[in-house]
């Protein structure tokens, strides 16, 4: 920007000292009025348009400050300065009582200042601009354009109509994207793009011929388009602070490019042709890993057999000629040519995450169920791509996704490539792998990683800058690999949980290595002060380092055990081991509990319970576990079939966290269902998954079909084996076990069929089992408990399991007084002419679903693996199980 101001001659030549009359008439002479040196100079601005309007609006260049409380009396003002070439709105100009440099409050510009026609020079940075005034589309002769510090999200579609632009500054805002229409800035010479959350870039980026600076550092971007190398006059490339995982071999072919910066991103591998040039730098990269071997070219992809499996299915044939495959449920895999020489049966199944065997680590948060592929441990001859769709994370900028696989014996994440859907909430998270075990996709903090030499290095993190950790020359002897996380933490969250507006910290930073040896020389960590905290006003008996182990249980003050350097933004210590760090501003002197306090609390979600009833038929009750900020969506979503009381009070939970559901007050559930632990229903709760039942319930004989009055009650069961001691020490006990209480309302019932014959009269069924013993049985009892639950939507469960529309017709007619005998004659027809097809269980799971009765599918499923359980246990008693597998033995433990 300096270089920019000089280029323009808009050197500040109103300096202080000089009176306000003798001061506007030289600005005035030379066409200029810096008057943003000044606290008032939006009121000196205004007396001098009142008192001599004829000169003030031959003015050319005018500097305003955006911390003047009379700006937008001002800006009415401004469009009468026909001839205005060059206008500075900047803010930055005051500081708070902090020392901090305060935002101008500009957030809009009036309509009409897209009527200055001579406008070349246009600078709005240090202020609130949530997006960009559409009446700057409108200046036909821009040429420079700052926006820097600002707010911006986005840019506007038709941004590339400022056709004259050659200097282009966002930097430090929150640009997620940017449009196609960039490309069209045919005369931009410099763009900086800096520091703004960026996660891809238009191939139209290629289109800007003339540029010769580009910087795309501190951003999210995991690749760059191909179409950079187009950029002939390119002489500096900053693509520092990103994920990159690849770059274009094509870019050392840009014939005047002088800087290349690639420090500190995620690249295993450089292309040789990139290696060889001087001005690469390098450095902060985790180079020498292994590479996910290339992707074929999408003809070959193309050229593959694509083979799409129902819901229901379970297995697939992979042949040597290659083969993608999608699974129901949304999965998507990638057999290269090649990746088997023999054809191989794959089989698959979705498993609900069980946490005595998916341990989360610290602040990760599970977005899918668990994939398991078998057979386990077959090496492929090429890797095999696989796409799991989840949900994005809530903080991106602080959170990635990561597929997360099970070897038997421990989880470990793989290298991940997300793509996020635009206009959509969801995201595929692609990974390769050479052979098949158990897998899950997870939102964890973002990761910076380096290989430390001995010579020393310098790691930063890509979610706060100005967290460092430099490595001095002669650290360590052999080369390790150090991990950096950061977890930012308002000033807002800080304060509401101390209850203390004096208490501030700084973000979280978690540092850890693959090696157990400390390191030979202290390790320097540099982190920003907490907000409101410079060093022009530091108090340094306030200041406080914390060191914390690494379940967060135990923080520790160090304060006195290092030495602390400070500088007008950061506080410098060094350390020789690695673990939690945080820099805490306070009066108070036991520091280690408020901090634990706080930590514990960063963990919590919450959430509300919700238990609705099936408008058609009360007796199907729905359960489910919701955070709070979603609790009005599904409501909204759930309300034309399902009526109910209004959700519980918020309570807190931690993701992974068991609760169980009881129903009481004359309301039973069934008793032989897997997930029933003692009289009730065990839940899991995790933040992104579902957390839902759909269960029937019962009430007792003796009502005498009255109308029940009864209550479901939601309770803690196990908290994760990390929870610290103290929250566990706080919900022992039956009170504090005692969650939340929603009424359950029955209307008068009809005669449970098991417990009256009277349905079954006509009716001559002989014993009947669908399925095999080793996948489960569904018995006569099981379907006629089935039936009982089918009401009103038998017909569409009929169409669905195959039946014409002749036989419904009939069914219905020859049952016409009865609807029990109708969805009996049509359950038990159908099972009679699919009893010897081995897939009929599925094909019955399959149209449950179809007909919206997912409540259904569920418990067959549900009777299904425990018939399945129940048939691996005899099994294994009488001793004809064979020798188990590392990894089968690792299913056992789900």
Same mark, same amino acid.
């Given at each position: 920007?300096q270089k920019m101001a000089e280029l323009l001659g808009l050197r500040d030549e109103c300096?202080?000292?000089?009176?306000?009359?003798?001061?506007?008439?030289?600005?005035?002479?030379?066409?200029?009025?810096?008057?943003?040196?000044?606290?008032?100079?939006?009121?000196?601005?205004?007396?001098?348009?009142?008192?001599?309007?004829?000169?003030?609006?031959?003015?050319?260049?005018?500097?305003?400050?955006?911390?003047?409380?009379?700006?937008?009396?001002?800006?009415?003002?401004?469009?009468?300065?026909?001839?205005?070439?060059?206008?500075?709105?900047?803010?930055?100009?005051?500081?708070?009582?902090?020392?901090?440099?305060?935002?101008?409050?500009?957030?809009?510009?009036?309509?009409?200042?897209?009527?200055?026609?001579?406008?070349?020079?246009?600078?709005?940075?240090?202020?609130?601009?949530?997006?960009?005034?559409?009446?700057?589309?409108? &200046?036909?002769? =821009?040429?420079? #354009?700052?926006? /820097?510090? @600002?707010?911006?999200?986005? *840019? %506007? !579609?038709?941004? $590339?109509? +400022?056709?004259?632009?050659?200097?282009?500054?966002?930097?430090?805002?929150?640009?997620?994207?940017?449009?196609?229409?960039?490309?069209? &800035?045919?005369? =931009?010479?410099? #763009?900086?793009? /800096?520091? @703004?959350?960026?996660?891809? *870039? %238009? !191939?139209?980026? $290629?289109? +800007?011929?003339?540029?010769?600076?580009?910087?795309?550092?501190?951003?999210?971007?995991?690749?760059?388009?191909?179409?950079?190398?187009? &950029?002939?006059? =390119?002489?500096? #490339?900053?693509?520092?602070? @990103?994920?990159?995982?690849?770059? %274009?071999?094509?870019?050392?072919? +840009?014939?005047?490019?002088?800087?290349?910066?690639?420090?500190?991103?995620?690249?295993?591998?450089?292309?040789?042709?990139?290696?060889? &040039?001087?001005?690469?730098?390098?450095?902060?990269?985790?180079?020498?890993?292994?590479?996910?071997? %290339?992707?074929?070219?999408?003809?070959?992809?193309?050229?593959?057999?694509?083979?799409?499996?129902?819901?229901?299915?379970?297995?697939?044939?992979?042949?040597?000629?290659?083969?993608?495959?999608?699974?129901?449920?949304?999965?998507?895999?990638?057999?290269?040519?090649?990746?088997?020489?023999?054809?191989?049966?794959?089989?698959?199944?979705?498993?609900?995450?069980?946490?005595?065997?998916?341990?989360?680590?610290?602040?990760?948060?599970?977005?899918?169920?668990?994939?398991?592929?078998?057979?386990?441990?077959?090496?492929?001859?090429?890797e095999v791509q696989i796409s799991m769709p989840c949900i994005s994370p809530q903080t991106?900028?602080?959170?990635?996704?990561?597929?997360?696989?099970?070897?038997?014996?421990?989880?470990?994440?793989?290298?991940?490539?997300?793509?996020?859907?635009?206009?959509?909430?969801?995201?595929?998270?692609?990974?390769?792998?050479?052979?098949?075990?158990?897998?899950?996709?997870?939102?964890?903090?973002?990761?910076?990683?380096?290989?430390?030499?001995?010579?020393?290095?310098?790691?930063?993190?890509?979610?706060?800058?100005?967290?460092?950790?430099?490595?001095?020359?002669?650290?360590?002897?052999?080369?390790?690999?150090?991990?950096?996380?950061?977890?930012?933490?308002?000033?807002?969250?800080?304060?509401?949980?101390?209850?203390?507006?004096?208490?501030?910290?700084?973000?979280?930073?978690?540092?850890?290595?693959?090696?157990?040896?400390?390191?030979?020389?202290?390790?320097?960590?540099?982190?920003?002060?907490?907000?409101?905290?410079?060093?022009?006003?530091?108090?340094?008996?306030?200041?406080?380092?914390?060191?914390?182990?690494?379940?967060?249980?135990?923080?520790?003050?160090?304060?006195?055990?290092?030495?602390?350097?400070?500088?007008?933004?950061?506080?410098?210590?060094?350390?020789?081991?690695?673990?939690?760090?945080?820099?805490?501003?306070?009066?108070?002197?036991?520091?280690?509990?408020?901090?634990?306090?706080?930590?514990?609390?960063?963990?919590?979600?919450?959430?509300?319970?919700?238990?609705?009833?099936?408008?058609?038929?009360?007796?199907?009750?729905?359960?489910?576990?919701?955070?709070?900020?979603?609790?009005?969506?599904?409501?909204?979503?759930?309300?034309?079939?399902?009526?109910?009381?209004?959700?519980?009070?918020?309570?807190?939970?931690?993701?992974?966290?068991?609760?169980?559901?009881?129903?009481?007050?004359?309301?039973?559930?069934?008793?032989?269902?897997?997930?029933?632990?003692?009289?009730?229903?065990?839940?899991?709760?995790?933040?992104?998954?579902?957390?839902?039942?759909?269960?029937?319930?019962?009430?007792?004989?003796?009502?005498?079909?009255?109308?029940?009055?009864?209550?479901?009650?939601?309770?803690?069961?196990?908290?994760?084996?990390?929870?610290?001691?103290?929250?566990?020490?706080?919900?022992?006990?039956?009170?504090?076990?005692?969650?939340?209480?929603?009424?359950?309302?029955?209307?008068?019932?009809?005669?449970?069929?098991?417990?009256?014959?009277?349905?079954?009269?006509?009716?001559?069924?002989?014993?009947?089992?669908?399925?095999?013993?080793?996948?489960?049985?569904?018995?006569?009892?099981?379907?006629?408990?089935?039936?009982?639950?089918?009401?009103?939507?038998?017909?569409?469960?009929?169409?669905?399991?195959?039946?014409?529309?002749?036989?419904?017709?009939?069914?219905?007619?020859?049952?016409?007084?009865?609807?029990?005998?109708?969805?009996?004659?049509?359950?038990?027809?159908?099972?009679?002419?699919?009893?010897?097809?081995?897939?009929?269980?599925?094909?019955?799971?399959?149209?449950?679903?179809?007909?919206?009765?997912?409540?259904?599918?569920?418990?067959?499923?549900?009777?299904?693996?425990?018939?399945?359980?129940?048939?691996?246990?005899?099994?294994?008693?009488?001793?004809?199980?064979?020798?188990?597998?590392?990894?089968?033995?690792?299913?056992?433990?789900?």
């Amino acid at each position: 920007m300096q270089k920019m101001a000089e280029l323009l001659g808009l050197r500040d030549e109103c300096r202080e000292g000089t009176s306000g009359t003798a001061l506007v008439g030289s600005c005035l002479a030379d066409n200029r009025l810096n008057l943003d040196v000044y606290p008032d100079g939006c009121h000196r601005f205004l007396q001098l348009f009142k008192k001599q309007q004829g000169e003030v609006v031959q003015v050319e260049f005018l500097r305003l400050s955006s911390n003047d409380c009379l700006l937008d009396t001002t800006l009415g003002s401004l469009p009468h300065l026909k001839h205005l070439k060059s206008l500075v709105l900047k803010g930055g100009h005051a500081r708070d009582e902090f020392g901090s440099y305060q935002r101008g409050s500009l957030t809009n510009l009036p309509p009409d200042f897209g009527n200055f026609r001579c406008l070349t020079h246009l600078d709005l940075s240090f202020n609130r601009l949530s997006t960009l005034p559409s009446c700057i589309l409108h &200046l036909p002769s =821009l040429r420079v #354009l700052l926006v /820097s510090h @600002n707010s911006l999200v986005t *840019l %506007p !579609e038709d941004f $590339g109509c +400022l056709s004259k632009l050659t200097f282009f500054s966002a930097m430090k805002n929150q640009l997620k994207d940017l449009p196609q229409s960039i490309g069209e &800035l045919s005369m =931009l010479q410099d #763009l900086d793009l /800096s520091e @703004n959350a960026l996660e891809l *870039l %238009p !191939e139209e980026v $290629g289109n +800007l011929h003339n540029c010769t600076e580009l910087d795309l550092s501190g951003n999210r971007l995991l690749s760059i388009p191909d179409s950079l190398a187009n &950029l002939k006059s =390119l002489r500096r #490339l900053h693509l520092h602070s @990103n994920l990159l995982v690849t770059v %274009p071999a094509s870019l050392a072919s +840009l014939p005047n490019l002088s800087r290349l910066d690639l420090q500190n991103n995620c690249l295993r591998a450089i292309p040789a042709e990139i290696q060889t &040039l001087p001005f690469v730098h390098v450095r902060g990269n985790p180079l020498g890993e292994t590479e996910p071997s %290339p992707q074929a070219d999408k003809s070959s992809t193309r050229r593959l057999k694509k083979l799409i499996l129902a819901s229901g299915e379970g297995s697939f044939t992979v042949t040597s000629e290659g083969r993608r495959v999608v699974l129901a449920c949304g999965i998507h895999f990638y057999f290269p040519p090649g990746a088997t020489s023999d054809p191989l049966r794959i089989c698959f199944r979705s498993l609900m995450p069980d946490p005595q065997w998916v341990k989360l680590r610290h602040h990760d948060v599970l977005l899918s169920r668990v994939l398991e592929l078998q057979p386990h441990g077959v090496q492929f001859q090429q890797e095999v791509q696989i796409s799991m769709p989840c949900i994005s994370p809530q903080t991106p900028h602080q959170h990635e996704v990561v597929v997360r696989t099970f070897s038997g014996q421990s989880w470990s994440d793989l290298k991940t490539r997300v793509k996020r859907k635009r206009k959509s909430k969801k995201c595929v998270a692609h990974c390769c792998v050479l052979h098949f075990s158990w897998f899950l996709v997870v939102s964890r903090l973002v990761q910076n990683e380096c290989k430390v030499p001995s010579e020393g290095t310098l790691l930063f993190s890509s979610v706060d800058p100005n967290i460092k950790v430099i490595f001095p020359p002669g650290v360590t002897k052999e080369p390790r690999s150090v991990k950096l996380q950061v977890l930012p933490v308002s000033a807002e969250e800080i304060q509401e949980i101390t209850a203390n507006a004096g208490c501030k910290a700084s973000p979280l930073l978690y540092l850890s290595q693959d090696s157990t040896v400390d390191f030979l020389k202290p390790v320097r960590i540099q982190l920003p002060l907490p907000p409101g905290v410079t060093g022009l006003n530091l108090d340094r008996s306030r200041l406080h380092i914390l060191h914390g182990d690494l379940e967060g249980q135990t923080w520790n003050d160090i304060t006195s055990d290092v030495v602390l350097e400070f500088t007008h933004l950061y506080a410098v210590f060094e350390v020789t081991h690695f673990s939690w760090y945080w820099l805490w501003y306070t009066t108070k002197t036991y520091i280690g509990g408020i901090a634990k306090k706080v930590y514990e609390r960063l963990r919590l979600y919450q959430v509300n319970f919700i238990a609705l009833q099936r408008k058609k038929d009360p007796e199907q009750v729905l359960l489910q576990c919701v955070p709070k900020h979603k609790v009005d969506p599904v409501l909204k979503k759930l309300q034309n079939r399902y009526r109910g009381p209004e959700p519980s009070d918020m309570v807190e939970m931690f993701e992974g966290e068991q609760f169980f559901a009881a129903f009481e007050r004359g309301i039973s559930i069934d008793m032989d269902r897997p997930d029933c632990v003692d009289g009730r229903l065990s839940f899991i709760f995790y933040s992104h998954l579902k957390n839902m039942k759909e269960i029937y319930v019962t009430s007792p004989v003796d009502r005498k079909g009255q109308a029940v009055k009864g209550q479901v009650s939601f309770y803690r069961g196990a908290v994760p084996d990390s929870i610290p001691e103290d929250a566990s020490r706080r919900r022992k006990g039956p009170d504090s076990l005692w969650l939340a209480t929603l009424p359950i309302k029955l209307p008068q019932l009809k005669p449970r069929w098991d417990e009256n014959p009277c349905p079954l009269r006509g009716f001559s069924f002989p014993p009947l089992n669908l399925g095999n013993a080793e996948t489960g049985y569904l018995t006569q009892a099981n379907l006629l408990n089935i039936a009982r639950r089918v009401g009103a939507d038998w017909q569409s469960i009929g169409l669905n399991l195959g039946l014409t529309y002749q036989q419904i017709e009939r069914i219905g007619y020859n049952n016409r007084e009865d609807l029990n005998k109708q969805i009996l004659d049509m359950l038990f027809s159908w099972a009679q002419q699919n009893s010897e097809d081995p897939d009929c269980v599925s094909k019955l799971i399959t149209a449950m679903k179809e007909s919206g009765r997912q409540d259904i599918a569920d418990e067959i499923e549900a009777i299904i693996e425990l018939g399945r359980k129940k048939y691996s246990e005899s099994i294994r008693r009488v001793g004809l199980e064979q020798e188990s597998s590392t990894e089968d033995s690792a299913i056992a433990m789900m």
